[in-house]
């Protein structure tokens, strides 16, 4: 079993950055590969960025390529998602996910509750 909680939303006016933050739960948080995931007002979920479990490999959605950047300390339990260069379309809810498989086989079965991100323009 996994937990995790993300923190680090907010407001922020566009061409800004925030990082986000995803703090999971057990000693086996290790072990799981973990992605970012957001959902705006009204659209689908949709998936922004995502690491390995030894974080050597990253992926992103071709939306954020070149303005997000996703890391993690393995010491801390904790993944984090640095956005920059940050538009209005970037706003939703975005939620951390964890799966046990790796790329391409991802299952992201524990979730995150969210956070929520607001870019203005």
């Known amino acids: 079993q996994v937990q995790l909680v993300e923190s680090g939303g907010g407001l922020v006016q566009a061409g800004g950055s925030l990082k986000l933050s995803c703090a999971g739960s057990?000693?086996?948080?290790?072990?799981?590969?973990v992605g970012w995931f957001r959902q705006a007002p009204g659209k689908e979920r949709e998936f922004v960025a995502a690491?390995?479990?030894?974080?050597?490999?990253?992926y992103f959605a071709d939306s954020v390529k070149g303005r997000f950047t996703v890391s993690r300390d393995n010491a801390k339990n904790t993944v984090y998602l640095q956005m920059n260069s940050l538009k209005p379309d970037d706003t939703a809810v975005y939620s951390c996910?964890?799966?046990?498989?790796?790329?391409?086989?991802?299952?992201?079965?524990?979730w995150g509750q969210g956070t929520q991100v607001i870019v203005s323009s």
């Open positions: 057990g000693r086996t948080f290790t072990n799981y590969a």
């Open positions: 690491i390995s479990w030894g974080g050597g490999n990253t």
């Open positions: 996910a964890a799966s046990r498989n790796s790329w391409p086989k991802w299952e992201f079965d524990y």
